[in-house]
Nanobody, 122 residues
Framework: QVQLVESGGGLVQDGGSLRLSCAAS????????MGWYRQAPGKERELVAD???????NYADSVKGRFTISRDNAKNTVYLQMNSLTPEDSAVYYC????????????????WGQGTQVTVSS
């Protein structure tokens, strides 16, 4: 299995910045994609950004130019630098990864973190 531990959430003022981190651990053979989703109260969970193992990135239109996703493959860690935050960015942010685990190399699976709260005050 794979465990994902997020950190870096919190309360920030409108226009501020936060950096989220998510470290994966466990019986990992290889991690493919890593990324971040978010869910605000009363809304669907939505993709924020993801990054392939080779560094190819994908962003939601609402965060392009403000958020930057990166990863450290040696540390099995993904980061999300969030700048120019607005109250609309307030949500629980969930880290995920798609990975092969040592006990099952025929298929990869998605794993999720517990979520970290980001609150942007106006």
């Amino acid at each position: 299995q794979v465990q994902l531990v997020e950190s870096g959430g919190g309360l920030v003022q409108d226009g501020g910045s936060l950096r989220l981190s998510c470290a994966a651990s466990g019986s990992i053979f290889r991690i493919n994609d890593m990324g971040w989703y978010r869910q605000a109260p009363g809304k669907e969970r939505e993709l924020v950004a993801d990054i392939a193992r080779d560094g190819y990135t994908n962003y939601a239109d609402s965060v392009k130019g403000r958020f930057t996703i990166s990863r450290d493959n040696a540390k099995n860690t993904v980061y999300l630098q969030m700048n120019s935050l607005t109250p609309e960015d307030s949500a629980v942010y969930y880290c995920y990864c798609n990975a092969y685990i040592l006990s099952s190399l025929r298929s990869s699976y998605n794993y999720w973190g517990q979520g970290t709260q980001v609150t942007v005050s106006s």
